[in-house]
Protein backbone atom coordinates (compact mmCIF):
# COMPACT_ATOMS: atom_id res chain seq x y z
CA UNK A 1 0.00 0.00 0.00
CA UNK A 2 2.55 2.62 0.57
CA UNK A 3 3.90 1.85 -2.61
CA UNK A 4 1.15 2.45 -4.36
CA UNK A 5 0.41 5.82 -2.34
CA UNK A 6 3.74 7.19 -3.14
CA UNK A 7 3.56 6.22 -6.42
CA UNK A 8 -0.13 8.02 -6.49
CA UNK A 9 0.76 11.26 -4.74
CA UNK A 10 4.16 11.59 -7.13
CA UNK A 11 1.97 11.03 -10.16
CA UNK A 12 -0.56 13.50 -9.03
CA UNK A 13 1.17 16.11 -7.39
CA UNK A 14 4.54 15.80 -8.49
CA UNK A 15 5.59 15.52 -5.24
CA UNK A 16 9.08 13.27 -5.60
CA UNK A 17 11.28 13.25 -3.07
CA UNK A 18 13.22 16.72 -4.41
CA UNK A 19 10.12 18.58 -4.27
CA UNK A 20 8.70 17.31 -1.12
CA UNK A 21 12.48 18.87 0.08
CA UNK A 22 12.03 22.13 -1.52
CA UNK A 23 8.06 22.29 -0.20
CA UNK A 24 9.47 21.79 2.97
CA UNK A 25 7.08 18.66 3.72
CA UNK A 26 8.49 17.05 6.12
CA UNK A 27 5.85 14.37 6.58
CA UNK A 28 5.93 13.46 2.43
CA UNK A 29 10.08 13.41 3.32
CA UNK A 30 9.46 10.99 6.11
CA UNK A 31 7.12 8.66 4.06
CA UNK A 32 9.98 8.67 1.09
CA UNK A 33 13.20 7.91 3.42
CA UNK A 34 11.59 4.78 5.03
CA UNK A 35 12.83 2.33 2.50
CA UNK A 36 14.80 4.85 0.26
CA UNK A 37 17.76 3.71 -1.45
CA UNK A 38 20.93 5.72 -2.13
CA UNK A 39 20.05 6.01 -5.60
CA UNK A 40 16.85 8.51 -5.05
CA UNK A 41 18.42 9.21 -1.84
CA UNK A 42 21.09 10.50 -4.26
CA UNK A 43 19.80 11.66 -8.00
CA UNK A 44 20.58 14.74 -8.84
CA UNK A 45 18.37 16.77 -10.84
CA UNK A 46 20.31 18.45 -13.08
CA UNK A 47 17.25 20.84 -15.15
CA UNK A 48 19.42 24.29 -14.00
CA UNK A 49 16.27 26.67 -15.29
CA UNK A 50 14.42 25.01 -12.43
CA UNK A 51 14.40 25.90 -8.75
CA UNK A 52 14.23 22.36 -7.71
CA UNK A 53 17.56 21.10 -9.01
CA UNK A 54 20.58 19.36 -7.25
CA UNK A 55 20.27 16.54 -5.05
CA UNK A 56 17.24 16.47 -2.61
CA UNK A 57 19.88 17.22 0.80
CA UNK A 58 21.11 20.30 -1.58
CA UNK A 59 17.91 21.55 -2.05
CA UNK A 60 16.55 20.70 2.15
CA UNK A 61 20.49 23.30 2.43
CA UNK A 62 19.14 25.73 0.11
CA UNK A 63 15.37 26.07 1.88
CA UNK A 64 16.88 26.03 5.38
CA UNK A 65 14.81 22.89 6.92
CA UNK A 66 16.81 20.91 9.32
CA UNK A 67 14.30 18.25 10.35
CA UNK A 68 14.59 17.21 6.64
CA UNK A 69 18.07 17.24 6.18
CA UNK A 70 17.96 15.08 9.48
CA UNK A 71 15.89 12.77 7.87
CA UNK A 72 18.20 12.62 4.53
CA UNK A 73 21.15 12.37 6.83
CA UNK A 74 19.47 9.77 8.84
CA UNK A 75 18.47 7.60 5.87
CA UNK A 76 21.90 7.42 4.60
CA UNK A 77 22.24 10.11 2.13
CA UNK A 78 25.71 11.07 0.69
CA UNK A 79 26.60 14.78 2.90
CA UNK A 80 29.28 15.63 0.06
CA UNK A 81 28.02 15.40 -3.62
CA UNK A 82 28.73 18.69 -4.93
CA UNK A 83 26.30 20.72 -6.80
CA UNK A 84 26.94 22.27 -10.09
CA UNK A 85 28.74 25.10 -8.73
CA UNK A 86 30.93 22.70 -7.37
CA UNK A 87 29.77 23.08 -3.49
CA UNK A 88 28.98 20.45 -1.06
CA UNK A 89 25.64 20.75 1.03
CA UNK A 90 27.74 22.14 3.91
CA UNK A 91 28.87 25.22 1.53
CA UNK A 92 25.49 25.69 0.79
CA UNK A 93 23.97 25.91 3.68
CA UNK A 94 26.70 28.10 4.79
CA UNK A 95 25.99 30.33 2.15
CA UNK A 96 22.69 31.15 3.13
CA UNK A 97 23.82 31.56 6.34
CA UNK A 98 21.88 28.51 8.10
CA UNK A 99 23.69 28.20 11.04
CA UNK A 100 21.96 24.73 13.13
CA UNK A 101 22.03 23.19 9.67
CA UNK A 102 25.47 24.09 9.43
CA UNK A 103 26.18 22.50 12.56
CA UNK A 104 24.33 19.76 12.51
CA UNK A 105 26.38 18.64 9.02
CA UNK A 106 29.81 19.14 10.92
CA UNK A 107 28.51 16.79 13.65
CA UNK A 108 27.88 14.11 11.39
CA UNK A 109 30.79 13.96 9.71
CA UNK A 110 30.32 16.48 6.71
CA UNK A 111 34.28 17.95 5.49
CA UNK A 112 34.83 21.09 6.56
CA UNK A 113 37.78 21.10 3.86
CA UNK A 114 35.46 20.17 1.10
CA UNK A 115 36.91 22.03 -2.11
CA UNK A 116 35.42 23.85 -4.68
CA UNK A 117 36.69 25.97 -7.25
CA UNK A 118 39.50 28.13 -6.55
CA UNK A 119 39.88 25.85 -3.95
CA UNK A 120 36.91 27.52 -1.72
CA UNK A 121 36.19 26.04 1.27
CA UNK A 122 32.90 26.42 3.79
CA UNK A 123 35.20 28.88 5.08
CA UNK A 124 35.29 30.93 2.70
CA UNK A 125 31.28 31.65 2.07
CA UNK A 126 31.33 31.68 5.91
CA UNK A 127 33.64 34.80 5.43
CA UNK A 128 31.25 35.91 2.57
CA UNK A 129 28.20 35.90 3.86
CA UNK A 130 27.77 34.51 7.34
CA UNK A 131 27.84 35.38 10.90
CA UNK A 132 30.51 35.84 13.71
CA UNK A 133 29.47 32.52 15.48
CA UNK A 134 28.95 31.24 11.67
CA UNK A 135 32.87 31.77 11.17
CA UNK A 136 33.83 31.28 14.89
CA UNK A 137 32.43 27.26 14.67
CA UNK A 138 34.41 26.75 11.36
CA UNK A 139 37.62 28.38 12.85
CA UNK A 140 37.01 25.58 16.15
CA UNK A 141 37.28 22.71 13.62
CA UNK A 142 40.86 23.54 13.10
CA UNK A 143 40.77 25.66 9.83
CA UNK A 144 43.72 27.76 9.14
CA UNK A 145 42.44 31.34 9.64
CA UNK A 146 45.85 32.40 7.49
CA UNK A 147 44.72 30.11 4.57
CA UNK A 148 44.70 31.61 1.08
CA UNK A 149 42.73 30.45 -1.82
CA UNK A 150 44.46 29.44 -5.62
CA UNK A 151 44.29 33.16 -6.00
CA UNK A 152 46.11 33.68 -3.39
CA UNK A 153 43.17 35.75 -1.53
CA UNK A 154 43.11 35.66 1.92
CA UNK A 155 39.84 35.05 4.08
CA UNK A 156 39.73 38.41 4.89
CA UNK A 157 39.23 39.50 1.23
CA UNK A 158 36.21 37.56 1.30
CA UNK A 159 34.72 39.72 3.99
CA UNK A 160 34.60 42.20 1.20
CA UNK A 161 31.91 42.30 -2.28
CA UNK A 162 30.03 44.31 -4.54
CA UNK A 163 27.20 43.78 -2.10
CA UNK A 164 28.42 45.86 1.05
CA UNK A 165 30.86 43.43 2.53
CA UNK A 166 30.73 41.68 5.62
CA UNK A 167 32.18 43.75 8.38
CA UNK A 168 30.80 41.34 10.98
CA UNK A 169 33.03 38.49 9.27
CA UNK A 170 36.03 41.27 9.18
CA UNK A 171 35.72 41.54 12.63
CA UNK A 172 35.71 37.91 13.45
CA UNK A 173 38.82 37.32 11.70
CA UNK A 174 40.50 40.32 13.40
CA UNK A 175 40.06 39.14 16.47
CA UNK A 176 40.63 36.34 16.19
CA UNK A 177 44.04 36.77 15.04
CA UNK A 178 44.75 36.40 11.22
CA UNK A 179 47.84 38.03 10.14
CA UNK A 180 47.66 41.44 9.80
CA UNK A 181 49.61 41.20 6.71
CA UNK A 182 46.70 40.56 4.64
CA UNK A 183 45.05 43.80 5.85
CA UNK A 184 46.69 45.69 3.52
CA UNK A 185 44.89 44.10 0.28
CA UNK A 186 41.70 43.65 1.93
CA UNK A 187 41.68 47.33 2.30
CA UNK A 188 42.42 47.47 -1.30
CA UNK A 189 39.42 45.50 -1.87
CA UNK A 190 37.19 47.17 0.54
CA UNK A 191 38.19 50.44 -1.60
CA UNK A 192 38.06 49.00 -4.44
CA UNK A 193 34.32 47.47 -3.92
CA UNK A 194 32.84 50.44 -2.11
CA UNK A 195 32.51 48.69 1.23
CA UNK A 196 33.13 51.86 3.79
CA UNK A 197 32.58 50.60 6.73
CA UNK A 198 35.05 47.59 6.15
CA UNK A 199 37.82 50.40 4.71
CA UNK A 200 37.29 52.56 7.51
CA UNK A 201 37.45 49.23 9.93
CA UNK A 202 41.32 48.26 8.89
CA UNK A 203 42.13 51.92 8.53
CA UNK A 204 41.38 51.80 12.30
CA UNK A 205 43.24 48.42 13.04
CA UNK A 206 46.37 49.31 11.51
CA UNK A 207 46.02 48.56 7.70
CA UNK A 208 48.81 49.60 5.56
CA UNK A 209 46.85 51.55 2.63
CA UNK A 210 50.46 53.34 1.65
CA UNK A 211 51.26 50.41 -0.32
CA UNK A 212 47.68 50.37 -1.94
CA UNK A 213 47.38 54.05 -2.63
CA UNK A 214 50.68 54.82 -4.84
CA UNK A 215 50.20 57.34 -8.22
CA UNK A 216 49.99 54.42 -10.20
CA UNK A 217 47.12 52.39 -7.92
CA UNK A 218 44.45 51.25 -10.46
CA UNK A 219 42.28 51.75 -7.46
CA UNK A 220 42.26 55.23 -7.15
CA UNK A 221 41.24 55.82 -10.75
CA UNK A 222 38.42 53.25 -9.81
CA UNK A 223 37.01 54.73 -7.22
CA UNK A 224 37.18 58.27 -8.63
CA UNK A 225 35.46 57.12 -12.04
CA UNK A 226 32.74 55.43 -10.17
CA UNK A 227 31.67 58.11 -7.78
CA UNK A 228 32.68 56.50 -4.71
CA UNK A 229 32.41 59.77 -2.70
CA UNK A 230 32.67 58.29 0.90
CA UNK A 231 36.06 56.26 -0.23
CA UNK A 232 37.83 59.10 -1.72
CA UNK A 233 37.12 61.30 1.33
CA UNK A 234 38.45 58.22 3.75
CA UNK A 235 41.24 58.33 1.58
CA UNK A 236 42.12 62.25 1.40
CA UNK A 237 41.85 62.08 5.19
CA UNK A 238 45.13 59.99 5.39
CA UNK A 239 46.61 61.90 2.97
CA UNK A 240 46.09 60.33 -0.40
CA UNK A 241 47.19 62.03 -3.38
CA UNK A 242 44.81 62.37 -6.26
CA UNK A 243 46.26 64.95 -8.35
CA UNK A 244 49.96 62.99 -9.41
CA UNK A 245 50.10 62.43 -12.89
CA UNK A 246 51.00 58.79 -14.01
CA UNK A 247 51.03 56.82 -17.33
CA UNK A 248 50.62 53.04 -17.09
CA UNK A 249 48.96 50.16 -17.61
CA UNK A 250 46.67 48.38 -15.04
CA UNK A 251 44.91 45.22 -14.87
CA UNK A 252 41.26 46.69 -15.98
CA UNK A 253 42.52 49.49 -18.84
CA UNK A 254 45.73 52.10 -19.60
CA UNK A 255 45.89 55.03 -17.83
CA UNK A 256 47.13 58.24 -18.33
CA UNK A 257 46.70 61.68 -15.89
CA UNK A 258 45.63 61.54 -12.58
CA UNK A 259 42.93 60.18 -10.64
CA UNK A 260 41.21 63.46 -10.34
CA UNK A 261 41.46 64.02 -13.86
CA UNK A 262 39.73 60.28 -14.23
CA UNK A 263 36.52 61.87 -12.15
CA UNK A 264 36.71 64.73 -14.57
CA UNK A 265 36.34 62.72 -17.83
CA UNK A 266 33.78 60.88 -16.21
CA UNK A 267 31.30 63.66 -14.83
CA UNK A 268 32.26 62.60 -11.37
CA UNK A 269 31.84 66.29 -10.47
CA UNK A 270 31.25 65.46 -7.31
CA UNK A 271 34.36 63.71 -6.98
CA UNK A 272 36.35 66.85 -8.67
CA UNK A 273 34.74 69.37 -5.93
CA UNK A 274 35.75 67.22 -2.84
CA UNK A 275 39.26 66.54 -3.89
CA UNK A 276 39.60 70.35 -5.21
CA UNK A 277 37.92 71.49 -1.63
CA UNK A 278 40.32 69.32 0.43
CA UNK A 279 43.39 70.76 -1.63
CA UNK A 280 42.36 74.16 -1.12
Request: aromatic share 8%; proline share 2%; charged share 25%.
Amino acid sequence: MKGEYLQMTETKNNETLHHACYNQNVDMVREYVINAKANSLNKKLTDYSNPINGTPLQIACRVGNLDIVKLLIEAGADKEIKDVGRQSPLSIAISYNYFEITRYLIEAGADVHSKGPNNLQPIHFACERGSKKMIELLLSQGIDINRLDSLKSSLLDFTTNLSGGNLEATKTLIENGIDQKYYSTAFKWACWRNNLKIAAYLLENGADYKSQTTPKSEMLFWICGLGYKEIVELLLGVGVDFTTQVKFKGKMRSYSGSPLERAIETKQYEIVEIINSFKR
